[in-house]
């Protein structure tokens, strides 16, 4: 091939997930690096699936998505946040939040806008900026609790910002919004006409009595923004690759305008038996903090005894850990050696940096068999 074909991500290579994930099959060890369950979703819902496979719903969805899905959506939406999202106009099942993100980054970025994002930010976020033309304007989380700095964020708006993406329960941290935060940004955006995109694909998995502070819960917030979540985390069945994203109808014409030309509808058999489950099930989602929490303590509690530095993750499925006591490699370094030479894959954390702090961090994933966390904690507390 021609060595000058044009490129548009100079400088991204093949995702750390593929490449840990890649890694740890070829090595033998246990994969607490890429985000998913070692364990399948509910019976119930798999047998759904087989019924729709076999009652007539195997030819494409509606553009928006299937709108029995839509309706439990919203129903959940106003059980939880008391906010009133319109099924028709107001949501879009997509093939995945991630490309939810990448439809309303499409959908409001000119080339030169500027999009306010916050490292360590997932992997996907400045590529979508990038590919529009846009330029990612990457603030840096604060300390070892991962917390915003909103005089930093208030100081790096300017008459180009176009957006400002967030992340609660946040991936890589595991970190959460406080009211404090919330409040911030309420003030952020009466002083600028920006646009919000929340990332909430974590918004059941959020624990110590914690409640998730989606942005539909604040009206002002909710009526400039795009709320993107995932089945597929919710579910346990993250190979679905089934999310969605909630946006005032107007943000919603523009973000249908992109989707329908990157993938136009998404999976009909796994939609309807996501609405019926929903319909049967609402209590499953409301469960899911409990059943995670169950996991990250004992995560936790079988890592007490290790050279392992760490406060339990807030939110999510991840537990990030510093490992300065065991080395001074770089964490992209020791994740390597980690999954070749003790039989355990993690995630650096320096590749979700624009700017990688000096600290020696990596990210576990919890979402996994109890067996499995205790023959991972019994390998980790090896070192």
């Known amino acids: ?84 999202v ?10 995945g939040a991630t490309e939810a993100i990448f439809c309303a980054l499409t959908a409001i970025v000119q080339p030169g806008d500027e999009v306010i994002m916050l490292d360590p930010s997932y992997d996907s976020y400045a590529p979508g900026v990038l590919l529009n033309g846009g330029v990612p304007r990457r603030i840096p989380l604060r300390g070892t609790n991962f917390t915003v700095d909103w005089n930093r964020v208030a100081d790096a708006v300017n008459p180009r910002t176009r957006a400002l993406m967030i992340n609660s329960p946040h991936n890589p941290t595991g970190s959460c919004f406080g009211e404090e935060d919330i409040e911030a940004l309420r003030s952020l955006v009466r002083k600028h006409d920006l646009l919000l995109i929340s990332d909430e694909v974590y918004e059941h998995i959020i624990f110590d009595g914690r409640s998730h502070l989606s942005l539909l819960r604040y009206p002002e917030l909710a009526e400039r923004a795009f709320v993107i979540s995932s089945f597929g985390k919710t579910y346990h069945v993250t190979g679905w690759r089934i999310g969605y994203c909630i946006a005032p109808a107007v943000l919603t014409q523009a973000f249908r305008r992109v989707h329908q030309f990157i993938n136009f509808s998404t999976n009909a058999p796994l939609s309807h038996a996501l609405a019926d ?107």
């Open 1 to 84: 091939m021609d060595s000058n074909a044009p490129d548009k991500l100079p400088g991204f290579g093949t995702t750390i997930f593929a490449v840990m994930s890649q890694l740890a099959a070829e090595n033998g060890a246990i994969n607490l690096a890429q985000g998913f369950p070692d364990f399948d979703g509910p019976q119930e819902l798999r047998d759904l699936v087989n019924h729709h496979l076999n009652h007539g719903h195997n030819q494409y969805a509606p553009l928006a998505g299937v709108p029995e899905l839509r309706e439990q959506v919203a129903r959940k939406v106003e059980a939880l946040y008391r906010h009133d």
């Open 86 to 95: 319109d099924p028709q106009h107001d949501i879009t099942v997509t093939p």
């Open 277 to 383: 489950f929903m319909k049967k099930r609402p209590e499953f989602a409301n469960e899911l903090g409990g059943f995670y929490q169950r996991k990250r303590d004992l995560f936790c509690r079988l890592l007490e005894n290790s050279r392992f530095g760490f406060e339990p993750a807030a939110g999510t499925y991840f537990q990030t850990v510093d490992y300065s006591r065991i080395s001074e490699a770089p964490d992209s370094e020791f994740a390597r050696e980690l999954t070749i030479r003790h039989g355990v894959a993690a995630i650096p954390i320096s590749v979700f940096y624009e700017a990688p702090p000096k600290a020696r961090v990596v990210r576990f994933c919890f979402a996994k068999e109890d067996d499995t966390l205790r023959e991972a904690a019994s390998r980790l507390r090896a070192l």
